[in-house]
Every structure is written in structure tokens, then in C-alpha cells.
């Protein structure tokens, strides 16, 4: 099969995916060059009464909250607010503060008030200064106590677009009847043509509060980082220790209960009250006060491996009990989607008046640095197919290339294509939630890919990404991932030797992978570490896959990437997830270096 044949970079072909799916055609579009895709046309076609229109329907007659703008609120003179530092702030604001969204005039930020402080019906205002003890406040507004009620999980978020200068940094907090959140810092994006020397991001991922502590975090905290990019994974459904280490018991402070009472997240309660949870571990509430977040999200914060059924036109939820029931998945998708729009300050858009959740939920968006770094967000749950084979089926699964199977969908397929052919930054930056390189054994058709639910399992388009980036690339592209729970350093080529090819096709980018903050990986499956030593699984890793040249599966850590106009620099940090302490040993795992220009890895240390 050649590659170049009825599949060009024109999302113009057939194939599943594409015309043929009939529930919902993907020829009419997700996302419109205006906004609104053709879909909400064929849906109102053929039937109003799809499942994922039933979907949209219960997320638009929920009252989600929304960022209400600081414009819109009463001012409040920051001579006239008494504030008691010696309250007890975690009693009132247990969850402290975070911001994300960052844009050239502002960010979002973000608190929530404890159920008994709300009920006080007290006064609350949210605080803005260019100094860290608020002598010199720039915003100082009333928030309308029907902005923290229990309709919200008394979650308030700000959004301060509009109100602050370009690149800089400013302090944050809320006040309520005179008792102050921990003090917030957040930082601005440059503006699109300003001209930045450099950019250096922290990246994490995979925070399983159950499988360990979070002194990664603190690290975080401490780094010279202007933001935190957050690749997904911010909880996990489970209560139970499900997709903790095997055999390891759950330590007693790291206990959960559900409100349903059931193991995995079910309901909107339970969502959150993960959150909630996740959210009082010291450690990470340091980072999010000191640094601002852009994140997206991945599987665990509704289900593990979720995906869209295209045939129900329904989600699919494969751990969950019940989780193929289409109306049951309906419900609990719609749960775990409001809980993740309340906790997480992100600007994304949601259109409560769509006919389709497709329609009505757009993650996927760009965020750029000046002209240093162009990045982009994907959302990779929402659209994607499931599985290419049965569960289970790695050796004899032949469907990983099948033309049409998608996991961007069309519609930010092309907005993706369009991303990556007009950026004119120096670094081009893909925040992507799973592993695009190969993890494969054997060559040509004797190759046997071992990631389903990566982009091995999505082989067809993955091609047509790449083999865009070859042709109509920009000058540098880094792709910086998550989910796999490894460190990894590698090169992106135009093809890998699929299709049948025995090459390996042109380079066309890097990709770096951040360890896990403290979810499982494979030292905790295999306890004894003198079994690294005897085997090497690094080295039998990189000898199957020539485009890695790093792989670590046994640390947790995160990730540092770095950009200036000479070169991209990536380093991978160790930090021990079995300490519950500040003092977590942290230590330097590997650092590579991307030259400015040239799709290669050169490494440091």
C-alpha cells in the first residue's frame, strides 16, 4: 500500500472518519471556520434525539459556571477592605488559589470557598497588585455571592482579560469578610509580536493522588519557570486504588471515599470531590499559587480510555460499569466535563446552546509567546475512535492503519494543519496528550506496534500529520507529551516505515515526554530495581525504535523545556514519589538539546 496514494493532505477523502460515518458525518464538520460546525445542521436532519446530542442538551440545561469578567464587577477601593492575615484561610478557602488562561491583558483566577464559609452569605472580592503585599492594587472587585454558591461547588473564577499589562507578572487573592487566600502570582503572555529572549515552561502530567506524594510539586514550585503546562491526567475516577501500583496498599492520608459510594467516579459529586481533594495536597496547591497554568486534559479526569463511539454517536467509557450503556456514559461524561470546566481556569470555549457536544465543547486552541514559541492544545479524547482491535490483541491486530480512523476529527485535523503551516515562531509548539513516535517491534509489515491507544493505533492519520509537517512544516516543531509515564526523548519522521516501507521517511520534529508526577510506572510493576540493571529495558527499547534516543520508565518526576533563538533545551527531573515531604530527592535524569532549524537531538548531560 503506498502511502501517497488517495490520502494527500486535503481533508477532502473518504473512509471511515470521513463521509462514511452516517450517524455523524464528519464531512459536515465539527468546527467551522466561524466557530459553529455543519453538524448542527445534519443533527437537526435527521433526528434531534442523537445520544450526543442528548449529551450537549444536559450540559446546556446545567448551570455551569463560567469566568465572569473582572469588567463586570462593582469596584471595591482597596483603602476600604479590612484584611485579618491571622484567620485561618484554609478553614474559608481550603483549596487556596490557581490561574490559567493566561493572555496578553490577563489571566483567569480561580478559588473556591469552603461550604460553611459560603453559608455565611459574606462579602467576597478578588484582589489584583503589581506587589506582592498589595500596596499598589490594580483590580479590587466585589464578586456577587451567586458567583461562589453551591450550584458551583462554590468555585469563583475571575477572568482578568483586559485588565493587566503585557508580560508581567502580578499578585492575586481573594478576600471574604476579611480573611485572605494564600497570595497568588500570575504571569501574562507577551504580546503576539513581541520578541521574547527566551521561554521556560515546566511540564507535568499523570497525578494519581493515590499511588503517591506530590513533592514533585514543590520542585515545581521552587523552579524559575514562567509557566506550568499540564499535558492531563489532573485526577484519576478511582477512590478504590485501581490504577495504583499492584499489591501496594493506599496509604492511610491518601484514602478516598466517593459520595456515591462507588470505586470509579460516577457523578457529579463525586468529580468533585476528586478534585477537592486533589486540590488540598499542599505541595500542589504551592505550584498553582506560584505559577500561572495552560492545560488540557486526557483520559482519567471522566474514564480510563475513553473514546467516541461514532456508530451510537454516544461516548465510551470501557472501565466503567455500564460504560458501552450509551445514556449511562451520556450522564457520566456530561458529570465529569462540568467538574473539569468549574476546577480547571482554562479559555476554552463552551457554547451551552449547541446541538452536539462535539459542538459545544472546543478544547483545542493556541497560545502564543510572541514570536519565540507557537503553541497549540489538542483535545485527543473527545473525537477519537476506540480501539483499533479487541482488548488484549497486540500481535494480531491489523486495523492500527485503517484508513479514516481518527483522533482529532476532522474539523481539528485541519485547524491543526492550518496551525502548523501558517506559525511563524521560532519553536512550534504540539502540547499533545499521547505518545506520537512509535513503540514498535520489527520493521515493514512484520512491525508489531504495542501502544493502541496512542498514535500507533491511529497510523493513517498520524501520516497525514506528518507527512503535513514535511511539506508545508514550520521551521522548528516539539511536541511535548504525556500519559506514557516515562521520560523519552526522540525524533518524529514522515512515516516509520508503515504502510510497508523499510524506511523511516525525513525528520520533521522532536518529541520529549515528562515523567509521571506519581502515577505507576514500570518500576512499581516491577518491584525489584536490580532488575533494571540486569536487563536494560531502556537500551532493548531504543534498539527496536532508532527515533528514541532516551527512554527512562522507572522515575517520577517532570519535566523543564526551555526556548531561546538558538535552541530548545529539555530536562527530564527524577523526584521520589514515596516521600511525602519537601525534602522529596529530586535529581537530574538526562538533558537534550534542539539546535535552532535542525529536527535533531544532541544530548548535554
Avoid at 506587589?131 to 468555585?155: I, L, M, T, Y
Avoid at 476554552?348 to 472546543?362: F, G, I, S
Avoid at 497549540?376 to 482491535?389: H, I, N, S, W, Y
Avoid at 540486569?534 to 522507572?554: I, K, M, P, Q
Wanted: proline fraction near 5%.
Amino acid at each position: 500500500m503506498d502511502p501517497g496514494t488517495g490520502c494527500g493532505d486535503e481533508d477532502t477523502g473518504t473512509g471511515r472518519g470521513d463521509e462514511d460515518r452516517t450517524t455523524a458525518s464528519a464531512d459536515d464538520g465539527v468546527w467551522s471556520s466561524d466557530g459553529r460546525g455543519g453538524r448542527r445542521r445534519f443533527l437537526r436532519s435527521v433526528a434531534a434525539a442523537t445520544v450526543g446530542g442528548g449529551l450537549a442538551a444536559i450540559l446546556g440545561n446545567r448551570d455551569i459556571v463560567q469566568p465572569v469578567a473582572a469588567a463586570d464587577l462593582a469596584r471595591r477601593e482597596a483603602g476600604t477592605l479590612d484584611v485579618d492575615a491571622s484567620t485561618d484561610t484554609d478553614a474559608v478557602f481550603p483549596q487556596s488559589v490557581m490561574s490559567g488562561g493566561p493572555t496578553p491583558s490577563g489571566a483567569i483566577v480561580w478559588t473556591r470557598l469552603s461550604p460553611a464559609a459560603a453559608a455565611r452569605n459574606g462579602t467576597l472580592v478578588c484582589q489584583v497588585a503589581s506587589d506582592p503585599d498589595f500596596d499598589d492594587a490594580v483590580v479590587s472587585r466585589v464578586v456577587p455571592d451567586g458567583r461562589f454558591s453551591a450550584r458551583h461547588d462554590h468555585v469563583v473564577q475571575v477572568d482578568l482579560d483586559g485588565e493587566l499589562a503585557a508580560d508581567s507578572y502580578y499578585y492575586y487573592r481573594f478576600v471574604y469578610d476579611g480573611t485572605p487566600t494564600r497570595t497568588g502570582r500570575l504571569r501574562t503572555l507577551p504580546e503576539p509580536d513581541a520578541t521574547p529572549d527566551s521561554l521556560r515552561v515546566a511540564v507535568v502530567s499523570c497525578q494519581d493522588y493515590q499511588n503517591g506524594y506530590y513533592g514533585a510539586f514543590h520542585h515545581i514550585a521552587e523552579e524559575d519557570v514562567d509557566y506550568v503546562l499540564h499535558l492531563g491526567d489532573f485526577i484519576y475516577e478511582s477512590a478504590n486504588g485501581q490504577y495504583t501500583t499492584p499489591g501496594r496498599r493506599v496509604p492511610d492520608d491518601r484514602a478516598l471515599s466517593l459520595p456515591s459510594g462507588r470505586p470509579l467516579a460516577e457523578t457529579l459529586d463525586d468529580f468533585r470531590y476528586l478534585y477537592n481533594q486533589y486540590k488540598r495536597d499542599r505541595f500542589l496547591q504551592s505550584t498553582l499559587e506560584r505559577h500561572t497554568l495552560v492545560a488540557g486534559w486526557d483520559d482519567h479526569e471522566i474514564g480510563n480510555n475513553r473514546y467516541w463511539d461514532y456508530v451510537t454517536d454516544a461516548p465510551v467509557l470501557p472501565a466503567k460499569r455500564r460504560g458501552r450503556d450509551p445514556e449511562f456514559a451520556m450522564d457520566l461524561t456530561a458529570n465529569g466535563i462540568q467538574a473539569w470546566v468549574e476546577h480547571m481556569p482554562m479559555r476554552v470555549d463552551y457554547d451551552p446552546d449547541a446541538d452536539h457536544l462535539h459542538d459545544q465543547l472546543r478544547l483545542w486552541r493556541r497560545v502564543q509567546f510572541g514570536d519565540l514559541v507557537d503553541l497549540a492544545v489538542t483535545d485527543e479524547r473527545l473525537f477519537r475512535d476506540g480501539p483499533p482491535c479487541e482488548e488484549g490483541r497486540v500481535v494480531w491486530c491489523f486495523e492500527e492503519d485503517a484508513r479514516g480512523r481518527t483522533m482529532l476529527g476532522r474539523e481539528q485535523r485541519r485547524w491543526w494543519k492550518e496551525w502548523t503551516a501558517n506559525s511563524t515562531a521560532t519553536w512550534t509548539v504540539w502540547l499533545n496528550e499521547v505518545l506520537t513516535m512509535p513503540l514498535t517491534q520489527g520493521e515493514g509489515w512484520n512491525q508489531i506496534e504495542f501502544l493502541h491507544d496512542a498514535w500507533d493505533g491511529f497510523q493513517h492519520e498520524r501520516h497525514r500529520l506528518m507527512r503535513h509537517l514535511r511539506r508545508r512544516g514550520p521551521r522548528n516543531f516539539v511536541t511535548l507529551t504525556g500519559d506514557l509515564h516515562c521520560a523519552m526523548a526522540g525524533v518524529q519522521h514522515a512515516h516509520y516505515g508503515e504502510f510497508g516501507r523499510g524506511d523511516r521517511g525525513p525528520r520533521v520534529g522532536v518529541e520529549f515526554l515528562a515523567p509521571a508526577v506519581s502515577s505507576t510506572n514500570a518500576a512499581d510493576v516491577f518491584s525489584d530495581r536490580s532488575w533494571w540493571d540486569r536487563t536494560d529495558l531502556h537500551d532493548l527499547v531504543r534498539e527496536e525504535n532508532e527515533h528514541l534516543s532516551f527512554v527512562n520508565w522507572h522515575e517520577h518526576g517532570y519535566a523543564v523545556v526551555e526556548f531561546t533563538d538558538a535552541e530548545a533545551t529539555y530536562t527530564a527531573y527524577a523526584v521520589d514519589a514515596s516521600e511525602n515531604s519537601p525534602d522529596a530527592t529530586r535529581r537530574e535524569l538526562a538533558t537534550y538539546v534542539v539546535p535552532d532549524g535542525r529536527p535533531k537531538l544532541r544530548r548535554r548531560s
